[in-house]
């Protein structure tokens, strides 16, 4: 780590890391007090810069190259959503999306043969690997740091650097963690922290204290990151590493599912193609949300068979692998059936949009697997499983998911036999607002008791700072 932090891209990493730490707390504050809705421009100028900086200390390697492109166009997409549309469902959920797959990809393009190694059991234990170097590299991050503002040449600089970082740390856990703890647990004591952190607010301002204390902590978070980047990934030969499965023990499993599959669907064949649905809407529920979970457990199993199996049995096993799979379609066509019923009766929202979304990315993914059979060359089914939820992970972050789910639930809710209840899109956000004001001067009676949540809707895009907003709140602003 020494060797790290004494070479030149440590310099520049340190420079990313205060200027996109001093980005944060200053265009992204507003997170902490307004959630989502504060994200807009200012999150998608923060991803793209963090996607930037990856190049400048990515372990001596280009990063933006053809080969990485088929995955970071994926990420660009992403970063952009922010600044194309409200939805702070997708917003939330990008957090962890973000972190996971940036994990996995960025592992995979450090990799010495990008094109030829398998993602095995080997890939998995590099992604844990990387979670341990950027761990491990918060010290020296911190040390690194406190190196940067003490004189180049001093005779007690070692000694300062371990005062100074042991007198952070201190802070830092008191502050945070130790003080509020012990605070709860006795009353006195937290009398007396809490006259102290009155103390300290009449001398330090609140939220500039927040804002200096999570600069401290994004950059340090960012730097261990970046120090962590500059090992690279250990090339380990894998090529062979593919386990035989014993094929008469796969082949009873496979066989004894496959029948009780086949008994399973013998059942159901008189509701396989629902032309309508019940009025109780509990046994609606129950019949959609059951032929939901039905389809994501098989699509499960499948796969885990598929992993197992593939090119792992001998060829009357392979066989029975195929008919086992092409069985598995008609489940998972009469659970498409039923969300897309469901939706044209009672209206689309954020649950039953993303579910008949996962039906077609399990639809897409059963199809490219069931191919391989048919095809003799080899196919890294975890690396192509992995690109395929990135790029359809992608598309819907940028699809304009809110939008669709209003104007189809009007359009729906057109039927004579619809049971469609408009006030039920009050859970979206302020990015249906135009149209909704729009409609509402011509049919006020369709949007009634619209009115709390178009007040609070308004209230929201007019709280928002300039580099808060999206495409959808522009396009508001101005034609309004």
């Given at each position: 780590m020494e060797n790290i932090i004494k070479n030149r891209s440590s310099q520049i990493s340190l420079y990313w890391s205060a200027g996109l730490s001093l980005y944060a707390v200053i265009f992204l504050w507003g997170f902490w007090e307004n959630g989502p809705f504060a994200l807009g421009i200012n999150a998608t100028i923060f991803l793209l810069g963090l996607l930037f900086a990856f190049r400048q200390f990515f372990s001596g390697r280009a990063l933006f190259i053809k080969n990485n492109l088929v995955w970071i166009i994926p990420f660009i997409l992403i970063a952009i959503s922010y600044a194309m549309y409200e939805n702070p469902f997708i917003k939330i959920i990008n957090f962890l999306a973000i972190s996971i797959l940036a994990l996995v990809f960025l592992t995979y393009a450090l990799h010495p043969r990008l094109k030829t190694f398998l993602w095995n059991s080997a890939f998995f234990t590099h992604l844990v690997e990387r979670v341990g170097y950027i761990l491990g590299s918060i010290p020296a991050a911190v040390k690194y740091c406190v190196g940067a503002l003490l004189p180049s040449q001093s005779i007690q600089k070692n000694k300062i650097k371990r005062i100074s970082v042991g007198m952070l740390l201190l802070i830092i856990i008191s502050f945070t963690i130790i003080l509020p703890l012990l605070g709860s647990a006795n009353p006195a004591f937290s009398a007396l922290t809490n006259s102290f952190y009155v103390w300290l607010g009449n001398i330090i301002e609140p939220e500039l204290f927040g804002r200096v204390l999570m600069f401290i902590i994004f950059m340090i978070g960012i730097l261990s990151i970046m120090f962590s980047w500059q090992k690279p990934v250990k090339d380990i030969n894998n090529e062979n590493d593919k386990r035989q499965v014993d094929s008469i023990i796969s082949g009873i499993v496979l066989l004894g599912i496959f029948v009780i599959y086949l008994l399973f669907l013998s059942f159901?064949?008189?509701?396989?193609?629902?032309?309508?649905?019940?009025?109780?809407?509990?046994?609606?529920?129950?019949?959609?949300?059951?032929?939901?979970?039905?389809?994501?457990?098989?699509?499960?199993?499948?796969?885990?068979?598929?992993?197992?199996?593939?090119?792992?049995?001998?060829?009357?096993?392979?066989?029975?692998?195929?008919?086992?799979?092409?069985?598995?379609?008609?489940?998972?066509?009469?659970?498409?059936?039923?969300?897309?019923?469901?939706?044209?009766?009672?209206?689309?929202?954020y649950e039953k949009f993303y579910a008949a979304y996962t039906v077609i990315f399990c639809g897409i993914l059963l199809l490219?697997?069931?191919?391989?059979?048919?095809?003799?060359?080899?196919?890294?089914?975890?690396?192509?499983?992995?690109?395929?939820?990135?790029?359809?992970?992608?598309?819907?972050?940028?699809?304009?998911?809110?939008?669709?789910?209003?104007?189809?639930?009007?359009?729906?809710?057109?039927?004579?036999?619809?049971?469609?209840?408009?006030?039920?899109?009050?859970?979206?956000?302020?990015?249906?607002?135009?149209?909704?004001?729009?409609?509402?001067?011509?049919?006020a009676e369709t949007f009634k008791g619209w009115e709390y949540w178009e007040k609070n809707a308004q209230k929201i895009v007019d709280n928002k700072i300039w580099y808060e907003l999206n495409l959808e709140n522009i396009i508001y602003l101005v034609g309004r």
């Open positions: 159901e064949l008189g509701r396989l193609w629902v032309s309508s649905l019940p009025f109780d809407f509990q046994e609606v529920e129950h019949l959609v949300k059951s032929g939901f979970w039905q389809l994501f457990i098989l699509t499960l199993l499948n796969i885990v068979f598929f992993f197992g199996c593939y090119r792992r049995t001998n060829h009357t096993v392979q066989r029975l692998l195929i008919v086992f799979t092409g069985a598995s379609f008609l489940l998972l066509a009469s659970a498409g059936w039923r969300m897309a019923m469901y939706v044209f009766f009672y209206g689309a929202s490219w697997l069931f191919s391989r059979l048919f095809i003799k060359k080899d196919a890294d089914l975890i690396k192509y499983t992995s690109f395929l939820l990135l790029w359809m992970y992608a598309i819907v972050v940028v699809a304009p998911v809110e939008q669709i789910i209003f104007r189809s639930n009007i359009a729906f809710a057109e039927r004579d036999n619809s049971r469609i209840v408009l006030y039920e899109m009050t859970m979206l956000s302020p990015a249906v607002l135009g149209p909704v004001q729009t409609m509402t001067h011509t049919n």
